[in-house]
Structures are given as structure tokens and as C-alpha cells.
């Protein structure tokens, strides 16, 4: 029986140990885990923080790409492609001249006049002239693609080119009718798209212009005419009543 006892305790001892380790254990990882957490919420910050950079660098590389891009763009129509239209540009417009006296053209919806006097102006042209005026489509044809498309800035690209591309647009348009009634060259409706959109911009400029020089001219007359006792512009040369 006494050994009983002496067993008993001997077990109690050992379970009491055990708690003590086991609390022990527990203690420790709970201090682990929290450890592990705050590292862990470390490493995400630190993530997120080089995702942030990443998407900086990306967006400041293709800020870049795209200055670069408008940049060569803009040099191409103010040298390369004027070169190429001077060397064709005297013989063009004397054919032109007379055959095709077209102010306004609707590129996507054209007149059959217009496409007659295209295809008058067209067939009386050289080869070597038709080369040359095709070189010249494919340049503008990269440069409307890539402006429309967002590879260039398309608001610097418009107020550094985008008088000089609709001239030459509307200068070369009776081959552009004719190469788009034929589809020689499928696509191009970007040249069209894009003077659509520019030569629109250019028509709101000039009005907005001359709004601007209408109201200011408005302004100095009502101005006048208060110093000369006029009620109103709209009443002026009737003197108010006494």
C-alpha cells in the first residue's frame, strides 16, 4: 500500500513537471507566433512597398517610351515626310490644280464627284510619283497609329504636328480617296481617324479664338459706350430717355 503511494506521487510529480514544461512550451510559442506575425506583416509592407516601385518604374518607363516615341513622330513630319512631299509636290499640285478643288472632303463618306476627280488626279500621275506618294501614306499611316493607338502623347503630338499632318492629309486627299475606295491600302483609316479628330480640334481652336476676340472686342464697345452715356450695346445710337 505504501508503495502505492509512493507511486502515486511519483506520478503527480511527473504530471506537475510536465504542466510546468507544457506552460512553458505554450509561453514560448505564443511569443514565437507573435514574433512570426510581426515579421510576416514586415515582409508585406516591404512588398507592397517594392510593388509600389515596380509600378512607378513601369509607369515612368512608358512615360518615357512615349515622349521618345512622340518625340521621333513629331521629327518624321516636320523632316522626313516634308522631305518626301517636296520631292513630288510641284509636279502633284499642277496635276491637282484645276482637277481636284475640294475645300472640305468627308473621307468616310465622299462624293462621287470627288471620287472621280481622285481617280482623274491619281491616273495622270508618274510611277515613280505614285511610289513616293505611297511612302509617304505608310509614314503618316504609323504616325496616325501609333498617336491613336496611345504609343505617343497625343495631346504634344497634336500641338506640335497636328496643323502640318492635316495640310499634308488634305493636300494628298485625292490619292487617300482613291487608295480608300480601292483599299490598295486596307488600313488607311487610322489617317483618316486621326485627321478626322485633329482637323475638328483645329475648326474648335479658330473658334474659340475668335469667340475670345469677339467678347473682348464686345467688352471694349459696351466700355465706349458707357463712357459716351449708351445704356446698352444692343440699344446703341438711341441715347437713354431723360
Known amino acids: 500500500m505504501e508503495s502505492i503511494k509512493i507511486f502515486l506521487k511519483h506520478i503527480d510529480g511527473i504530471i506537475l513537471s510536465s504542466r510546468n514544461v507544457f506552460e512553458f512550451i505554450y ?24 510593388i509600389k516601385l515596380i509600378k512607378y518604374d513601369i ?14 513622330l513629331i521629327f518624321d513630319i516636320n523632316s522626313s515626310i516634308y522631305n518626301k512631299l517636296g520631292a513630288i509636290a510641284v509636279t502633284f499640285e499642277a496635276i491637282r490644280s484645276g482637277r481636284f478643288n475640294h475645300e472640305t472632303i468627308d473621307f468616310n463618306n465622299p462624293t462621287d464627284k470627288q471620287k472621280e476627280d481622285a ?35 497625343e495631346t504634344i503630338a497634336f500641338k506640335s504636328a497636328g496643323v502640318q499632318y492635316c495640310r499634308i492629309v488634305q493636300f494628298l486627299s485625292p490619292c487617300i480617296l482613291r487608295i480608300s475606295d480601292f483599299q490598295i491600302h ?3 483609316s487610322h ?4 485627321f478626322n479628330n485633329w482637323s475638328h480640334k483645329i475648326k474648335k481652336e479658330v473658334l474659340d479664338a475668335e469667340q475670345s476676340k ?10 465706349k459706350s458707357k463712357e459716351l452715356n449708351i445704356t446698352d450695346i444692343d440699344t446703341i445710337g438711341i441715347k437713354p430717355q431723360a
Open 119 to 153: 481617280l482623274n488626279v491619281f491616273n495622270l500621275l508618274e510611277s515613280d510619283d505614285v511610289n513616293n506618294i505611297v511612302s509617304i501614306l505608310s509614314s503618316l499611316e504609323m504616325f496616325a497609329f501609333k498617336t491613336l493607338n496611345g504609343l505617343a502623347v
Open 59 to 72: 509607369e515612368s518607363r512608358s512615360k518615357r517610351d512615349s515622349l521618345l516615341t512622340t518625340n521621333e
Open 186 to 188: 486596307p488600313t488607311q
Open 27 to 50: 509561453f514560448v510559442s505564443g511569443a514565437f507566433i507573435a514574433f512570426c506575425a510581426i515579421k510576416a506583416l514586415a515582409q508585406v509592407k516591404l512588398i507592397k512597398s517594392q
Open 214 to 223: 469677339l467678347i473682348s472686342e464686345l467688352k471694349t464697345i459696351n466700355d
Open 191 to 194: 489617317i483618316i481617324d486621326l
